[in-house]
């Protein structure tokens, strides 16, 4: 650091390279939450089910993808899930499915805690009533439950988001992968890094201040 000179002057004059991966960083972060919520409220309640051949195998999907190593995972759909099925899938789905069905296990778990914290009469009474299992959990369990489950899933994305740079190791041409090419450019780590690290913290902070003014207003509320 001694006798360093700062020089951001590189980082405006390639300010193109770093808008151009974080619309990449949020086509992804886009995707991927997409794939996590419709997997992870189906997972959720299978795993919330009575019926072991449902509850078994989203129990299995969970614990699997929470024990192992996102990278690992993004690693083998790129690279072995082509040979099991005979279809390439490219670099950017290959990590947005990767990411999504990574989220899905984290989000079940989110959901399933949701539809558990809400009292067990009130499923008894919607069937009492003539409702069936969906219908119930429809119109009055998941209304009920969303609510608790706001600030855990805003909390969840904003992990999300930090996991896009994973894509790099895919040659996904997200925040990371863009800015690792500008230094080969330009031998300006130190600015490149620096301004990488507050980007990340401008989409990501706000996230996380939402979260925390969601649950302090929930909280004043009850």
């Known amino acids: 650091m001694v006798g360093y000179t700062w020089h951001f002057g590189v980082v405006w004059e390639y300010r193109e390279v770093f808008l151009r991966g974080a619309l990449v960083t949020a086509k992804l972060t886009a ?14 309640m299978a795993k919330s089910s009575r019926r072991a051949w ?43 499915l990767g990411l999504g069905m990574n989220a899905g296990a984290y989000f079940a778990e989110i959901f399933r805690a949701g539809i558990l914290s809400i009292d067990r009469g009130q499923m008894d009474a919607a069937k009492a009533i ?10 009055i369990i998941l209304p009920q439950a969303v609510r608790r489950m706001i600030p855990p899933f805003i909390n969840e994305t904003a992990t999300l988001v930090k996991l896009t740079t994973l894509g790099s190791v895919l040659a996904v041409y997200e925040l990371l992968h863009e800015s690792n090419n500008l230094i ?39």
């Open 31 to 44: 995707g991927a939450l997409a794939i996590g919520l419709v997997l992870g409220l189906l997972i959720g």
């Open 54 to 96: 449902l509850r078994v195998p989203a129990t299995t999907y969970v614990e699997l993808f929470r024990a192992t190593p996102t990278l690992v995972q993004l690693v083998w759909i790129y690279y072995s899930l082509p040979i099991l099925t005979g279809v390439q899938l490219g670099s950017f789905v290959s990590v947005t």
């Open 130 to 139: 003539g409702m069936r299992h969906w219908q119930a959990m429809r119109r």
């Open 184 to 222: 080969t450019n330009t031998f300006r780590p130190l600015e490149v890094y620096t301004t990488l690290a507050l980007a990340f913290f401008a989409i990501i902070y706000p996230i996380i201040y939402l979260s925390r003014w969601l649950e302090r207003a929930w909280v004043a509320r009850s």
